[in-house]
């Protein structure tokens, strides 16, 4: 035997209604509900309704148990349409659908086969993440003492400074300097006359280290960047 109950004129559209309405066609009575109890949709709450009414002819008028009941079919068929409009631009007024819809749901003795209702995805399992390896932190550079051009690294240093600071130094003697193995303000700060001497036959200057000022200019720019 197959119950039918109907709801006319529902004020949403037939699309968001279909959408509904298919979820719950050949689950139990009770799966159904459930599913529509926690749908947040208008459509879903006036489907439930119609659903309700139609368990309850069943009990009440036809002896029915509502246990052995599913949902056999429930569609969603448009109504007409309220039609109303909107100011738009240079006085002209546009169109706005307000659409209905006719519901229908039906529901039968369990001889139909019953769908599952929809269980939820299991959240993926988080693969166990691979352990950190420890980075090692790169060993310091040291410099070593040259009789000649006094404190040198071999390599540079991470605290490397921007000798180009110091006036007279452009990107090019940088550089050059940088390969000699100068790469701090204190290394120029520490230069003897005979390391000047030494510096201004490599660097093909005469005079310019001390007519410049350079260790004057390294020992200020030191302060400035390490406060001492």
């Given at each position: 035997m197959e119950i039918k109950s109907?709801?006319?004129?529902?004020?949403?559209?037939?699309?968001?209604?279909?959408?509904?309405?298919?979820e719950i066609v050949g689950l139990t009575v009770s799966d159904a509900i459930d599913t529509l109890t926690y749908t947040p949709k208008k459509a879903a709450f006036l489907l439930n309704k119609t659903l309700k009414t139609a368990v309850a002819d069943a009990e009440?008028?036809?002896?029915?148990?509502?246990?052995?009941l599913i949902?056999?079919?429930?569609?969603?068929?448009?109504?007409p349409a309220f039609r109303r409009f909107k100011p738009r631009?240079?006085?002209?007024?546009?169109?706005?659908?307000?659409?209905?819809?006719?519901?229908?749901?039906?529901?039968?003795?369990?001889?139909?086969?019953?769908?599952?209702?929809?269980?939820?995805?299991?959240?993926?399992?988080?693969?166990?993440?691979?352990?950190?390896?420890?980075?090692?932190?790169?060993?310091?550079?040291?410099?070593?003492?040259?009789?000649?051009?006094?404190?040198?690294?071999k390599s540079a240093p991470a605290d490397a400074d921007d000798l180009k600071k110091i006036s007279g130094v452009g990107p090019v003697?940088?550089?050059?300097?940088?390969?000699i193995g100068i790469y701090k303000y204190e290394q120029v700060e520490g230069w003897s006359a005979e390391n000047i001497a030494e510096f201004d036959d490599l660097l093909s200057f005469k005079g310019r280290i001390d007519r410049e000022n350079w260790i004057d200019q390294a020992k200020q720019l030191k302060e400035e960047k390490y406060g001492n």
């Open positions: 109907t709801t006319r004129y529902a004020r949403f559209s037939p699309k968001k209604g279909r959408d509904v309405a298919r009440n008028n036809f002896d029915l148990d509502a246990e052995n949902v056999k079919e429930a569609s969603v068929t448009a109504g631009a240079k006085g002209s007024a546009a169109a706005i659908k307000k659409r209905t819809s006719h519901i229908s749901v039906t529901i039968a003795e369990g001889d139909v086969a019953v769908k599952e209702a929809p269980k939820k995805k299991a959240a993926p399992k988080k693969e166990a993440a691979a352990p950190k390896k420890e980075s090692k932190a790169a060993p310091a550079v040291a410099a070593v003492t040259d009789e000649k051009l006094g404190a040198i690294y003697l940088e550089k050059k300097l940088n390969e």
